[in-house]
Nanobody, 115 residues
Framework: QVQLVESGGGLVQTGGSLSLSCTASGRVFSVNSMGWYRQAPGKQREMVARISSSGSTNYADSVKGRFTLSRDNTRKTVYLQMNSLKPEDTAVYYC?????????WGQGTQVTVSS
């Protein structure tokens, strides 16, 4: 059974930094694209950043220049470094991955940025 295990998140002040990580576990030998989405209260889930198996990245305009997405294919892990955080970055962040043609999601981790 495939699972995405997230870690990181928490509470930080405006301008601070946080990092998230997500590891694919279970019967997984390779992972296609990976990434992060987020959902703020009362809003739709939105893409934050995605990275292909070859390392090509795609960022939401709202996080470009502040967030950096990377991955370690050997560890089947994706990392999101979030700098210069703003209150509007407050949301539940969800890891996602395409594995053997299927879409998988993590359980979500809370990121709260205080003003």
């Amino acid at each position: 059974q495939v699972q995405l295990v997230e870690s990181g998140g928490g509470l930080v002040q405006t301008g601070g930094s946080l990092s998230l990580s997500c590891t694919a576990s279970g019967r997984v030998f390779s992972v296609n694209s990976m990434g992060w989405y987020r959902q703020a209260p009362g809003k739709q889930r939105e893409m934050v950043a995605r990275i292909s198996s070859s390392g090509s990245t795609n960022y939401a305009d709202s996080v470009k220049g502040r967030f950096t997405l990377s991955r370690d294919n050997t560890r089947k892990t994706v990392y999101l470094q979030m700098n210069s955080l703003k209150p509007e970055d407050t949301a539940v962040y969800y890891c996602t991955a395409v594995i053997y043609g299927g879409d998988y999601w993590g359980q979500g981790t809370q990121v709260t940025v205080s003003s």
